[in-house]
């Protein structure tokens, strides 16, 4: 299968399998080696699964939240709880990781229409999908055309591109097709794109695991590079541009991204080329002000001091692991949404441009 056609999460009805309504993720800690679905039937197997990153990626949390009350409501009505019980494990869903918003805002979405029965919030959650899907094919045509006039503006004509990307931000981080990787599918569709420097992303590796396997499946030219190779590799002209995802982004553009982005975008900022971000306006959260407002995830000691299971800091050394930093907005050349492009570094604002 291509991986433009995965689908990384997807409900199967309770008139399938053994009767028992579940949502099917795929395990993308399994990845590279095995394409594997886990099916989840209760709030306690959805909540493990978004902790361990089985499904990842903002607006693929995002999709598993809005699934995530239709299976809390079918739980319920297995085990017969009240309303109090229900409202308190959708809840919890919501809180199972921080910083991406989508979460909060799917689960808000759907949790409202409860009342309307599982038919209706079964139909708003299949609707997060497919706008998520269709903003992600917007935002790349954007993002696309912004970059191929800026380079060509910048004096480069308009040849092939060099992209450093971070994370996956692809068809398994979202509802399909993906939004930083869009747009990078969206210039390989065009002949636009040479080729893709594609971050480890330490410690988790959604880059070497998840984003170098998308790129596989298409037949896309990359390299993997270690985190620290980025800027390096940016400041000896090696890339045209760099493109990310984000969890999160303030009203006034400050950008919460996978660890590691900050510093790529210093090196942008310093080598005077393109830092894209690429988001559906669901990750835009209009209610926080800066960066400073966002809640940083920070992650078990053990992904940062070990390796494979085998401890590989001294005994005695303590591990700080967030899983995200902030970019201020300045340092964020282009913000494309579904709805087109917003030059923040030159002051255009998502308080400004989307509200
Ligand atoms: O910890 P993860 O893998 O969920 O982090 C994901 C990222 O940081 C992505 O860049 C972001 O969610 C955008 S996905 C389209």
């Given at each position: 299968?291509?991986?433009?056609?995965?689908?990384?999460?997807?409900?199967?009805?309770?008139?399938?399998?053994?009767?028992?309504?579940?949502?099917?993720?795929?395990?993308?800690?399994?990845?590279?080696?095995?394409?594997?679905?886990?099916?989840?039937?209760?709030?306690?197997?959805?909540?493990?699964?978004?902790?361990?990153?089985?499904?990842?990626?903002?607006?693929?949390?995002?999709?598993?939240?809005?699934?995530?009350?239709?299976?809390?409501?079918?739980?319920?009505?297995?085990?017969?709880?009240?309303?109090?019980?229900?409202?308190?494990?959708?809840a919890r869903v919501r809180a199972a990781r921080p910083t991406a918003v989508n979460l909060m805002v799917c689960v808000d979405r759907v949790a409202p229409l409860i009342d309307a029965g599982p038919a209706a919030v079964l139909a708003e959650a299949d609707a997060i999908v497919r706008e998520d899907l269709e903003a992600n094919h917007a935002m790349g045509a954007f993002g696309a055309d912004w970059l191929q006039k800026r380079i060509a503006v910048s004096g480069s004509g308009d040849r092939p591109l060099r992209i450093l990307t971070h994370c996956n931000t692809g068809a398994l981080a979202t509802?399909?097709?993906?939004?930083?990787?869009?747009?990078?599918?969206?210039?390989?569709?065009?002949?636009?794109?040479?080729?893709?420097?594609?971050?480890?992303?330490?410690?988790?590796?959604?880059?070497?695991?998840?984003?170098?396997?998308?790129?596989?499946?298409?037949?896309?030219?990359?390299?993997?590079?270690?985190?620290?190779?980025?800027?390096?590799?940016?400041?000896?002209?090696?890339?045209d541009a760099a493109i990310v995802g984000a969890d999160r982004i303030a009203a006034n553009g400050d950008t919460a991204n996978k660890v590691g982005t900050v510093g790529i975008a210093l090196a942008c900022a310093y080598a005077g080329i393109p830092f894209m971000v690429a988001a559906p306006t669901t990750t835009v959260d209009l209610a926080t002000a800066t960066g400073a407002d966002i809640h940083i995830e920070l992650r078990g000691e053990a992904?940062?001091?070990?390796?494979?299971?085998?401890?590989?800091?001294?005994?005695?050394?303590?591990?700080?692991?967030?899983?995200?930093?902030?970019?201020?907005?300045?340092?964020?050349?282009?913000?494309?949404?579904?709805?087109?492009?917003?030059?923040?570094?030159?002051?255009?604002?998502?308080?400004?441009?989307?509200?």
């Open positions: 299968m291509s991986s433009q056609d995965l689908r990384a999460v997807t409900w199967t009805a309770a008139t399938e399998g053994d009767g028992t309504p579940s949502l099917s993720l795929i395990d993308q800690t399994a990845l590279p080696h095995a394409l594997e679905r886990l099916d989840v039937t209760t709030v306690d197997q959805l909540i493990d699964a978004i902790v361990r990153l089985v499904v990842r990626g903002a607006p693929a949390i995002g999709a598993a939240g809005g699934y995530g009350v239709a299976l809390a409501m079918a739980q319920g009505e297995r085990e017969g709880w009240d309303r109090a019980r229900l409202d308190a494990e959708v509802a399909g097709w993906g939004t930083a990787l869009g747009v990078i599918r969206e210039l390989h569709g065009r002949g636009r794109l040479e080729t893709v420097y594609a971050d480890e992303t330490r410690p988790l590796l959604q880059g070497a695991r998840l984003t170098a396997w998308e790129l596989a499946q298409e037949g896309i030219p990359h390299f993997v590079q270690a985190d620290g190779a980025a800027a390096g590799t940016i400041l000896r002209g090696e890339v992904e940062i001091l070990e390796w494979a299971g085998v401890r590989t800091a001294p005994a005695a050394s303590r591990g700080h692991n967030p899983a995200f930093d902030v970019t201020p907005a300045s340092l964020v050349t282009a913000l494309v949404t579904e709805r087109g492009v917003l030059e923040v570094g030159a002051g255009e604002t998502p308080a400004d441009g989307l509200s």
